[in-house]
């Protein structure tokens, strides 16, 4: 399996890191676990959606690791697979 990561393009002059501890508190996010974020604006992009990163989670489930997954899109209702926790969040 080969794992690729798209560059975010995020312009460092204007977003900065904020700390970790405080941002996860303030949006409602578990402490202790990796967040995924993906965007799937398009059902057409077939590389940056749910069904490509379905068996990645799988591997992630053998790792014991917790994990929460947020997609930004509408598509399915979230769902707990394992130590994997999905949210689908709309656009707005």
């Not at 490509?52 to 509408?74: A, H, W, Y």
Request: charged share 20%.
């Amino acid at each position: 399996m080969v794992l690729k990561v798209i560059p975010s393009g995020v312009n460092r002059k204007v977003f900065r890191r904020a700390d970790h501890t405080e941002a996860r508190h303030d949006l409602g996010l578990p402490h202790g676990a990796t967040i995924l974020f993906v965007t799937n604006g398009s059902p057409k992009k077939t590389w940056k959606n749910y069904r490509t990163l379905q068996p990645v989670l799988v591997e992630i489930l053998k790792t014991g690791t917790k994990v929460l997954c947020l997609f930004l899109s509408d598509i399915n209702p979230s769902e707990q697979i394992g130590n994997v926790k999905i949210r689908f969040i709309p656009c707005q």
